[in-house]
């Protein structure tokens, strides 16, 4: 039977969870100290593979960003020693895709607009539609001050109005939004709700990871990157520099 180790330092606190990919289980294990909370990640690796008495998984998942600048990183070079060693491929998880995903399994809509929060007055956000096979992203993952953002590949008004029209429930999720009214108005639509705060459990990173393994959304170790997202002016040129 297939199995996944779950590493995640781009959202605190770190922790790391160990899923077989066809079942509804996991052990998790999440650091006590969130000031020196990435750097345990091997260490809570260790823990929940001795728990389930393994040596190694057969994946590696690893969230990626946007997030966490340095807690990213630590997790992509994690994710890419224990791959190597192991010879077994990653699985790189958007926390943007990730929290849509954990909304969603609490309370379903037809499409979730992720927001997280980034710099100053910025924050990264996807569009994610409800498929039968999870949660599909509309156009590309985007960084920077709300009225920058778009819907999917249209940029004006009127084509994010064509687009929002078959959008059905929309709902937005995350720390990055504003009050619903600005969110309308910039994407012309309307919400089901104001934005939801929502914190991913360990349900949502097993359930994602065994999902994306499904859908054969694996990279080799040398491939794996971080998720920086394009649009965030900071953040690319960090990425430039580091």
């Given at each position: 039977?297939s199995?996944?180790l ?12 160990f899923t077989?990919?066809?079942?509804s289980k ?8 969130e ?11 260790r823990?929940?593979?001795d728990?389930?008495g393994?040596k190694?998984a057969d994946?590696?998942?690893v969230?990626?960003?946007p997030?966490?600048?340095t807690?990213t ?11 190597a ?7 790189p ?30 924050l ?27 819907i999917g ?7 994010q109005?064509r ?22 108005d ?8 104001e934005?939801?705060a ?25 491939l ?17 520099s580091?």
């Amino acid at each position: 039977m297939s199995s996944i180790l779950i590493l995640n330092t781009a959202l605190a606190p770190a922790c790391a969870v160990f899923t077989e990919n066809d079942e509804s289980k996991w052990i998790i294990r999440r650091a006590g100290d969130e000031r020196q909370s990435a750097q345990t990640i091997l260490q809570l690796s260790r823990q929940v593979l001795d728990e389930a008495g393994v040596k190694h998984a057969d994946a590696v998942a690893v969230v990626s960003g946007p997030g966490s600048f340095t807690g990213t990183r630590i997790g992509i070079a994690a994710a890419q020693g224990l791959c190597a060693a192991w010879e077994v491929p990653a699985l790189p998880i958007s926390t943007l895709a990730l929290t849509a995903a954990a909304a969603h399994r609490i309370r379903p809509a037809d499409t979730w607009l992720a927001g997280i929060r980034a710099r100053a007055d910025e924050l990264y956000f996807g569009c994610y539609q409800s498929t039968g096979n999870g949660l599909a992203l509309v156009g590309e993952e985007q960084g920077g001050r709300l009225e920058a953002l778009v819907i999917g590949a249209e940029t004006s008004a009127a084509g994010q109005d064509r687009a929002a029209r078959s959008f059905g429930k929309v709902m937005a999720a995350g720390d990055g939004w504003p009050e619903a009214a600005a969110i309308e108005d910039q994407f012309q639509l309307s919400l089901a709700g104001e934005p939801v705060a929502v914190e991913v459990e360990a349900i949502d990173l097993a359930g994602f990871a065994r999902l994306a393994r499904r859908r054969g959304e694996t990279v080799s170790a040398d491939l794996l990157r971080p998720n920086y997202v394009t649009g965030t002016p900071q953040y690319r040129e960090a990425a430039a520099s580091g």
